[in-house]
């Protein structure tokens, strides 16, 4: 039986994980400030990451086979549990993103050689304790995050840079309903100008796969993406279906400067899954899950 610490892990795909997790029979301590109590099952420790004295104590003199780091924003975050779990875990598997790619553009897919996160610049001076800079700077602390821990990492680390996550009628993210809206209003969807494709995973995808990095033993970043890119276009185009198709036309709006709507990206950096693959992990193409996704988030039939 692995003993297995989640830092956060109470929605989305955490919880779907945390499942998964205790299903195989691992004792599986889900780490959070608090305020929503684990997926039944789990164990709790309560403490706020960013106060690592408080982290720390609430650690104690445990130790794990595997950390899953679901909520590590910051450079200032990755290095308090650096010092935390150092000598405190066999392997930590810190949650990262396809948003550390953000100043790439490129039309061929991305591999995780396209950033090496020990040559990122750490700037923990800048305002990382601002929760309005953090997800303003989201990318970049996700960078930032992964050169701290890539710098003589202290334990086995895996960065898994995940791709656009679609699916589960708990989708808090409200990407899925800003296009229904504009559907339904006959509003314009905004798109950018070029608009690029991008690459997704369906949510119980990524939490099989985080499941399956736990029981392996590389180390350093690996793109985790199903197959086939989606544009605006496709998604825009699976929202109108649900709600009725034909009797639902879609208008975009082209912005060249200015905000655009969620899933519009005017780089190309979609990432290329050859390595999580050759490592023996078959991800899905993104039409297999594409519909179900959509309609099961938008709670429609």
């Avoid at 109470?10 to 301590?29: C, E, M, S």
């Avoid at 909520?71 to 598997?93: D, E, H, K, L, S």
């Avoid at 990407?175 to 690029?196: C, K, T």
């Avoid at 655009?260 to 078959?282: H, I, K, Q, T």
Wanted: with cysteine.
């Amino acid at each position: 039986m692995r003993e297995v610490l989640v830092i956060g892990g109470n929605r989305y795909f955490g919880k779907r994980l945390v499942a998964r997790l205790l299903a195989a029979g691992d004792r599986v301590t889900v780490l959070n400030r608090g305020s929503v109590p684990p997926p039944p099952g789990a164990a709790r420790l309560i403490a706020d990451r960013d106060d690592e004295a408080a982290l720390a104590a609430a650690v104690g003199e445990r130790t794990f086979d595997v950390v899953i780091d679901q909520v590590c924003y910051t450079p200032r975050q990755a290095a308090i549990a650096r010092r935390v779990f150092a000598g405190r875990t066999v392997r930590y598997v810190m949650t990262s993103t396809v948003e550390v790619y953000e100043y790439e553009d490129r039309a061929e897919p991305v591999g995780e050689d396209a950033l090496d996160a020990a040559t990122v610049i750490v700037t923990t001076e800048l305002p990382w304790q601002e929760p309005e800079f953090v997800a303003e700077y989201y990318g970049e602390g996700k960078r930032q995050a992964e050169a701290v821990f890539a710098a003589d990492p202290p334990f086995p680390y895996v960065a898994v840079r995940v791709a656009h996550v679609l699916g589960g009628a708990d989708d808090f993210t409200g990407r899925l309903a800003h296009y229904a809206d504009r559907i339904r209003s006959g509003e314009p969807v905004a798109v950018a100008v070029p608009n690029r494709a991008a690459t997704y995973i369906d949510v119980e995808e990524i939490a099989a796969f985080l499941f399956w990095v736990t029981h392996q033993d590389f180390t350093g970043p690996v793109n985790a993406a199903s197959h086939g890119p989606l544009s605006t276009e496709d998604i825009v185009t699976e929202v109108a279906g649900a709600l009725g198709g034909a009797q639902r036309p879609v208008r975009y709006q082209p912005v060249e400067v200015g905000a655009v709507s969620p899933f519009s990206f005017a780089r190309a950096y979609a990432m290329d899954n050859s390595r999580a693959e050759s490592l023996g992990f078959a991800f899905s193409h993104t039409k297999d899950w594409l519909t179900r996704a959509v309609t099961e988030t938008l709670g429609v039939n």
